[in-house]
């Protein structure tokens, strides 16, 4: 006969063994509402014995209501098509909500920040705040000029620092001949489109949305379901989330786990070949911001170079841009790399078309939601069998990240030296935006002069 704590023991492991959880807000690519995804699990906080001084941060604009491709291409089709639809959806099993359901974005709201948006923006500054609590505010701050930036930095501002009139808010021009003076070089980058991708993505988007519109004809064989019906109410989880609070489109009995999987790797794909490893202007369009970005690290104070008008070094440097800058930074610094520790080295064929890489590291859901930050932490350090000294270290999303052979500081942090160098190398494979792009305008330039000159 088997003891009270035997039979207790056995039904403790029978439930964790067949437990599972799956939170499609964390699979939806760029929609994604803000997370931190702890990828990799490293400790957030500055290693033992070390002091942050100086820190920078690219932040992705927070959430909206609807990008305008997603809302004409995918949602507003849909929406439409629904509204002329004969089907007594309050008779099938999954879609019954339909009955009732109405639409949350209207043509008016592209674009625009949602209030959870305005919210997770001031509570990212406030948590920035936290996080160094012994810098002092930054005199600027600055933004791209789209109003869902303009209005992200605001909101950050709002909770970072106490008196938002001592923060001056720069807006940077989104001009298409600014060379790589901008918040946005991609916009002034000649070989970058915004539809690359949609060829590598759409043939697997194709693939993994078959079954599902198979399944729900089946529920309601008066509507005909395509692929662009099956990602426009996959999207509506998102963005209906950012804007109600939830979102019946998130159920997973509407759409499977390894349904939201097929989503967010056909995202993946779109993405890799869009501003990520696939295109290879991608670390020219990144390398500039962190070319600039170290220069303010590294820079030694008042009369240097690099210092602001005003002859004074910030604290912090932050800058708010949108969903494709920080893929090519990540792409710049060499993180995310699914070849990295591949024989072949054709990154391409980590990321086939026909079936899901589960393996990879280049997943848009932790790269890119929104709001999403890449930070640059300089910090000084004497920690137990490390030299004291400077040391500095990348974050995405709140994640510490291992740069590609410099990592072995302080929680895996690069010493001061090593830095410079994994720098200049980086800007030999990657600098040369001009020629890169392919910039056919006049005035050009390959830099990012906004955090050293006046605006």
């Not at 008196?163 to 991609?186: D, F, I, R």
């Not at 989880?237 to 390894?258: A, D, K, W």
């Not at 995405?396 to 500081?409: A, D, F, H, I, T």
Request: charged content about 20%; glycine content about 8%.
């Amino acid at each position: 006969m088997r003891s009270g704590l035997s039979v207790l023991l056995v039904a403790k492991f029978a439930a964790s063994a067949f437990s599972y959880s799956f939170n499609p807000l964390e699979h939806l690519a760029g929609i994604a509402p803000y997370f931190e995804p702890s990828d990799p699990p490293l400790d957030p906080s500055p290693p033992q014995g070390c002091n942050v001084t100086r820190a920078a941060y690219l932040v992705r604009h927070a959430a909206i209501y609807a990008n305008d491709f997603d809302f004409e291409e995918y949602i507003e089709p849909f929406v439409q098509k629904l509204a002329n639809a004969s089907v007594n959806w309050s008779r099938t099993r999954d879609l019954a909500f339909l009955a009732t359901w109405k639409s949350p974005i209207g043509e008016k709201d592209e674009e625009q920040l949602t209030q959870v948006g305005e919210l997770e923006a001031q509570k990212l500054g406030v948590e920035v705040l936290q996080r160094y609590p012994n810098f002092k505010p930054p005199k600027k701050v600055w933004t791209s000029t789209a109003e869902r930036t303009t209005k992200s930095a605001e909101s950050f501002i709002s909770g970072l620092v106490r008196y938002e009139n001592e923060t001056e808010m720069v807006q940077v021009y989104e001009g298409k001949e600014a060379g790589a003076n901008s918040l946005t070089p991609y916009s002034s980058c000649p070989a970058y489109s915004g539809s690359r991708g949609s060829d590598q993505s759409k043939p697997f988007q194709t693939r993994y949305t078959a079954p599902i519109i198979e399944r729900l004809k089946a529920q309601a064989p008066g509507f005909n379901f395509t692929n662009n019906d099956i990602v426009g109410m996959q999207e509506l989880c998102g963005y209906e989330t950012v804007i109600r609070g939830s979102s019946p489109f998130c159920s997973l009995s509407l759409f499977t786990p390894n349904d939201w999987l097929g989503f967010e790797y056909a995202n993946d794909l779109m993405y890799h070949y869009n501003t990520g490893y696939g295109f290879d202007v991608s670390g020219a369009i990144g390398m500039p911001w962190v070319t600039a970005t170290t220069q303010q690290l590294l820079s030694d104070g008042v009369g240097n170079a690099v210092a602001n008008p005003e002859g004074e070094l910030q604290d912090l440097y932050v800058s708010f841009t949108h969903r494709e800058l920080p893929p090519t930074v990540i792409v710049a610094l060499g993180l995310f790399n699914n070849s990295a520790f591949s024989s072949s080295g054709d990154v391409n064929a980590t990321m086939p078309t026909d079936t899901i890489n589960h393996n990879r590291a280049w997943k848009s859901s932790n790269i890119l939601p929104f709001l999403t930050n890449v930070a640059v932490e300089k910090m000084e350090c004497d920690s137990y069998g490390y030299g004291q000294g400077e040391y500095f270290r990348v974050l995405v999303n709140k994640s510490p990240q291992s740069l590609p052979g410099c990592n072995y500081g302080p929680g895996e942090s690069c010493p001061r030296n090593a830095f410079v160098e994994f720098i200049s190398r980086r800007e030999a494979m990657f600098g040369g935006f001009g020629q890169k792009c392919g910039v056919d305008y006049g005035n050009s330039t390959d830099t990012l002069g906004i955090y050293s000159s006046a605006q």
